[in-house]
T-cell receptor, first 115, second 110 residues
Framework: NAGVTQTPKFQVLKTGQSMTLQCAQD?????MYWYRQDPGMGLRLIYY???????DKGEVPNGYNVSRLNKREFSLRLESAAPSQTSVYFC??????????????FGPGTRLTVT | RKEVEQDPGPFNVPEGATVAFNCTYS??????FFWYRQDCRKEPKLLMS???SGNEDGRFTAQLNRASQYISLLIRDSKLSDSATYLC???????????FGSGTQLTVLP
């Protein structure tokens, strides 16, 4: 099992450009999440999807959109990138066994720089 | 007040030492608690869940005090490979969301 995979690993964008970050999981989890991590700020939730067909805003959703394509895939789109969106983006999934139903498992991350 | 507060460290300890990390959380409705570790420039990885009765996994022991809203992680016989940032993580009320502390940095010295 690959777990949670993300593409791309690195990306440099110019201000105003758009891009989509891809995430897929093969653990049959119901819930999927997008976080950003900035120095000194910890992990902050951008959007999440509790189940296929639903998405909800997290703590920092402005400037982003998401699509839960199917149970396995959850993408994050930046429509018009800004330097403030320079960050490391992590996708996570969760909702497996009853014992750790709230535990989340992370992908390797995408390092995005917006110039 | 932050939802999850941790001492940022850094903690620099010699190999073989015992080190303890503490964390407090503000939402008394939280039901699930975790410790994650994050290596430099890598993703967070689940280290262990934290149960009310306390639980142990090898050299790692986690404790939860619901009355004080306090979580701890004890690492015994520290190894060089334990060097990482340790994240205290709390379920957000009744939702399927987690709140992450900013992390405590540990360096184990030879």
């Amino acid at each position: 099992n690959a777990g949670v995979t993300q593409t791309p690993k690195f990306q440099v964008l110019k201000t105003g450009q758009s891009m989509t970050l891809q995430c897929a999981q093969d653990m049959n989890h119901n819930s999927m999440y997008w976080y950003r991590q900035d120095p000194g700020m910890g992990l902050r939730l951008i959007y999440y999807s509790a189940s296929e067909g639903t998405t909800d805003k997290g703590e920092v959703p402005n400037g982003y959109n998401v699509s839960r394509l199917n149970k396995r895939e959850f993408s994050l789109r930046l429509e018009s990138a800004a330097p403030s969106q320079t960050s490391v983006y992590f996708c996570a999934s969760g909702g497996s066994s009853a014992a750790d139903v709230y535990a989340q498992y992370f992908g390797p991350g995408t390092r995005l720089t917006v110039t | 007040r932050k939802e999850v507060e941790q001492d940022p460290g850094p903690f620099n300890v010699p190999e073989g030492a015992t080190v303890a990390f503490n964390c407090t959380y503000s939402n008394s409705a939280s039901q699930s608690f975790f410790w994650y570790r994050q290596d430099c420039r890598k993703e967070p990885k689940l280290l262990m869940s934290v149960y009310s009765s306390g639980n142990e996994d090898g050299r790692f022991t986690a404790q939860l005090n619901r009355a004080s809203q306090y979580i701890s992680l004890l690492i015994r016989d520290s190894k060089l490979s334990d060097s990482a940032t340790y994240l205290c993580v709390v379920q957000k009320g009744s939702a399927r969301q987690l709140t992450f502390g900013s992390g405590t940095q540990l360096t184990v010295l030879p």
